[in-house]
């Protein structure tokens, strides 16, 4: 079905209510603003700047009043969301005057752990003692300072120069988010990010685990996407759902196959078997672009030249079937034999390809149909209709560029998060190489242009150390590493169990709120309560730092320069800034002058190697366009400097008047692998064959550690039953989470939205239900079992009938629970994080968290 702007709209009507509501909350504060300035000349502006709240910065006008925001409407020239808003982008207003805001720094004056009691300190007393409590770590040992962030705007002033200045150590939040995505592209094709399509061109999408209509996807987070996907369906694009949920695709999916949760590998690698069964694979892009015609020896390394030069091993060697010898793989001129076994100076060696056609070949449809709990027929359909729609041989003109044309591609980001996702998203990826989809017009991106990233030749040599930090970085537990906060708290618990020496001492809580955030609060309270001093920079107080933070020092929210902000949709080549549209609020601060203001206290500011030091190398400010490293600057000063070291005229003035600055369209030559001079920019050949995957695997096994470390540190991926499914067979259902885009990264609720969502459901199958005696909206408990130590956690939650989900599985929304002291979300309900895992059996091999666990549903 051809879906239309029109029905886009009515599937996602909720949002224009939402709408309603804030239009009407802007007359109210409007009326609010002209009371309060009868004596005075009403004063009215409209700003651009960008949405604070969301993932994806889109761009806004704000509507100001005698220096009040009473507004905020889309920027029509901001290429991701084209005048639009989604409900938080709107609904941020009410966060800005949110009244449950901290309105200035706070000092802790009761015991921590539990609900703490504050007096207000100053700015300077603030700083001071967190730079002391800083510096005296640092001095001993700058390993026991942790940097935590949630959602960074503004990596180059806060994740580079102030993680550098105070060697701090840094732990993000992608490990809960799509980091084994992240990984395995990096270390498959050398790109940063998941997977989507070149919607533009795409004719046939396996929407694999995204949440089309009701979340983001890779990179971005809500508008842009669905924009670009209504306008792909008006063109006829296909849409196959791959998910255990239906979820709000509906309409959108010209069809669905309910795959059972957490077994992605299993049926990537059946659509792979077929795909080569049924000859539809890009023989031209898998012998020049890929590792599949190296020689792999019996014992999985493959067979190299003797080292030149420098080398420190020698280029790996294919077969040139026109000499009859075995030659390194770049030799120019060469056809390389892609299957075959030889025999090389008395050594057995296939080609890689070979290796990986045999260990498919038992992943028949029917195999994978058993696993996945679908039809062997449907699988069979999705891997005709991909050789069919991947029109291999044919090419498109695009920007007067000749490209190859293979329209089918894959969107999965969050799905990433599971016990096998790494290898699961290298499978996945597979299919798309086989297509030759990768780089192509129409076919597979991970990034919005084609360049090497930093991991793509990190992830493949790997120092395995026997030291390592909290994190376990490059350690014999996780040599790929996602610095997952749950794996420290794992390890602050236990250091010793993880030969780690030491245990932090001083954390600064950059807007994250891990005790509602992230999955197994448990663990976060008993590691944090071994934290001698913890500084929480946020503008609430959040769960975690009411029971945890010594000092809370208060940001602004939108009120704040920030930036540089990529403003791409992918197509368009453009930079956008956060402006603030008024003053701060109250004695909060922007996050940048906090960070130089904490810096200068510290000693840390000025000087080599100093926080301006490091902003200037991030920031890329030279000569001229350098900031002095002797004086301290004013936040809309930086980001003048560095505008118009852009060759932005007018500098930081244009921002503040135009908003969006265009610089025109991404060129084929950037966009596409193939439009790259050289191809693909030189990142190939692309990894089919992980052989220092195996290395790892040996080097972790000769180190001693236990098998559920290293089984996954395989060549080529291969499915395993999960841990959960160890569970109790009375653990009769698999539990996930999924997402309202109404709260999504909403940092806090905002009233309009939780009058939408007041209280969470879980999503359970009338079958399923019916069966255990219960109707929709009885009150139900869930008890998550953890299938290695046999450990139990329970809830209870209000239960919501749902066909659109497997008979097998339930699923909570993730955003509820009370995680900040804060009015408007009493009573709230229960959030799934309380019963999920973290660590051994609950994380990927490459320490990502996973977001299933086997429950038990009774009634309450």
């Not at 592209?185 to 685990?209: A, C, K, N, Q």
């Not at 009493?826 to 309380?834: A, I, R, T």
Request: charged residues 25%.
């Amino acid at each position: 079905m051809k879906t239309t702007r029109r029905t886009f709209i009515k599937g996602t009507a909720g949002a224009g209510g939402l709408l309603l509501a804030k239009r009407a909350l802007g007359d109210k504060l409007e009326t609010l603003v002209a009371a309060s300035s009868k004596n005075q000349p009403t004063r009215e502006q409209w700003i651009p700047t960008t949405c604070w709240i969301g993932k994806q910065d889109c761009g806004l006008r704000a509507r100001v009043v005698n220096g009040r925001v009473v507004k905020l409407e889309g920027d029509p020239n901001h290429p991701r969301n084209v005048g639009t808003l989604c409900p938080k982008g709107a609904g941020q207003l009410m966060s800005l005057y949110d009244p449950n805001r901290v309105k200035a720094p706070l000092l802790r004056t009761n015991e921590k752990g539990v609900p703490g009691t504050w007096k207000q300190i100053s700015w300077d007393e603030a700083l001071e003692l967190v730079a002391e409590k800083m510096n005296e770590v640092r001095e001993r040992d700058p390993r026991l300072l942790i940097w935590q962030k949630g959602r960074s705007k503004a990596k180059k002033f806060y994740d580079t120069a102030f993680v550098k200045s105070t060697g701090a150590t840094k732990m993000g939040h992608g490990g809960y988010c799509s980091d084994a995505g992240y990984r395995a592209m990096e270390y498959t094709i050398g790109m940063h990010g998941v997977m989507h399509p070149d919607f533009r061109h795409t004719r046939y999408l396996l929407s694999w685990g995204w949440n089309i209509t009701n979340a983001g996807g890779n990179k971005f987070c809500w508008l842009t996407w669905p924009q670009q996907l209504v306008k792909a369906k008006e063109r006829g694009i296909k849409v196959v759902s791959i998910d255990p949920r239906l979820r709000s695709a509906a309409h959108f999916a010209d069809e669905w196959l309910p795959v059972r949760p957490g077994t992605d590998l299993a049926l990537a690698l059946a659509l792979c078997r077929a795909i080569i069964e049924q000859g539809t694979v890009d023989w031209p892009y898998m012998k020049k672009y890929t590792n599949s015609p190296f020689l792999v020896k019996e014992d999985g390394y493959f067979l190299r030249a003797e080292p030149e030069g420098d080398e420190e091993k020698g280029k790996p060697l294919v077969w040139d079937e026109a000499s009859g010898t075995a030659v390194p793989h770049d030799t120019e001129g060469i056809e390389p034999a892609i299957e075959g076994e030889f025999t090389i100076d008395g050594v057995n060696v296939k080609t890689s390809f070979t290796i990986f056609k045999a260990h498919v070949a038992d992943a028949t449809p029917e195999w994978a149909a058993e696993i996945c709990g679908l039809e062997a027929d449907a699988i069979r359909k999705v891997a005709r209709e991909l050789g069919e729609n991947a029109m291999i041989g044919s090419s498109i003109e695009v920007d007067g560029m000749t490209l190859p044309y293979r329209p089918v591609a894959i969107m999965a980001y969050h799905m990433a998060q599971q016990e096998l996702g790494f290898q699961a998203l290298r499978a996945m990826t597979m299919v798309t190489m086989l297509l030759g989809a990768v780089g192509a017009v129409g076919g597979q991106f991970t990034d919005f242009t084609w360049k090497e990233y930093k991991n793509w030749k990190k992830l493949d040599n790997i120092s395995i150390k026997e030291e390592t930090n909290i994190y376990l970085k490059n350690s014999k537990f996780y040599p790929i590493n996602s610095s997952l906060p749950g794996i420290a708290a794992k390890v602050m618990m236990d250091p010793e169990k993880y030969g780690v020496d030491y245990v932090p001492e001083v954390m600064i809580l950059h807007h994250v709120n891990p005790l509602g955030s992230f999955p197994d609060r448990d663990a976060f309270i008993k590691a944090y309560s071994k934290l001698k001093f913890v500084a929480a920079i946020d503008p609430w107080l959040s769960l975690t730092a009411d029971l945890f933070a010594d000092v809370v020092l208060p940001a602004a929210t939108m009120e704040k320069y920030e930036g540089p902000l990529s403003a791409t949709d992918q197509y368009t080549n453009a930079v956008a800034m956060r402006v603030p549209p008024m003053e701060p609020m109250g004695q909060s601060r922007g996050d940048i002058d906090i960070y130089l203001d904490l810096t200068e206290k510290a000693g840390l500011l000025y000087g080599e190697d100093g926080y301006l030091d490091h902003l200037n190398k991030a920031l890329k400010l030279e000569d001229e366009f350098a900031l002095p490293l002797d004086e301290k600057p004013v936040v809309r000063d930086i980001f003048d400097t560095w505008s118009k070291a852009q060759g932005i005229e007018g500098g930081i003035e244009y921002f503040e008047n135009n908003g969006t600055y265009i610089k025109g369209p991404v060129s084929a030559k950037k966009y596409y692998g193939y439009g790259a001079d050289p191809v693909f920019n030189g990142v190939y050949p692309h990894r089919l064959y992980g052989e220092s995957l195996l290395r790892y695997r040996e080097e972790m096994q000769a180190l001693g550690v236990d098998e559920i470390y290293w089984q996954d540190y395989t060549a080529l991926p291969t499915w395993r039953p999960l841990t959960l499914d160890a569970s109790p067979a009375e653990y009769d259902l698999y539990l996930g989470s999924h997402k309202y885009i109404e709260f999504k990264q909403s940092r806090t609720p905002i009233p309009m939205m939780v009058e939408i969502a007041p209280m969470p459901f879980m999503e359970i199958n009338p079958k399923t239900a019916l069966a255990r005696g219960i109707e929709d909206g009885d009150e139900v408990w869930v008890e998550s079992h953890h299938a290695l130590t046999g450990e139990t956690r329970k809830t209870k939650v209000f239960v919501s009938y749902r066909e659109s989900i497997r008979p097998d599985m339930v699923s909570m929304p993730h955003h509820f629970g009370e995680y900040v002291k804060h009015s408007w979300i009493k009573g709230q309900g229960p959030s799934p994080n309380g019963l999920f895992f973290t660590g051994e059996g609950y994380v990927s091999n490459t320490a990502d968290q996973t977001y299933l666990v086997k429950v038990k549903v009774t009634k309450a």
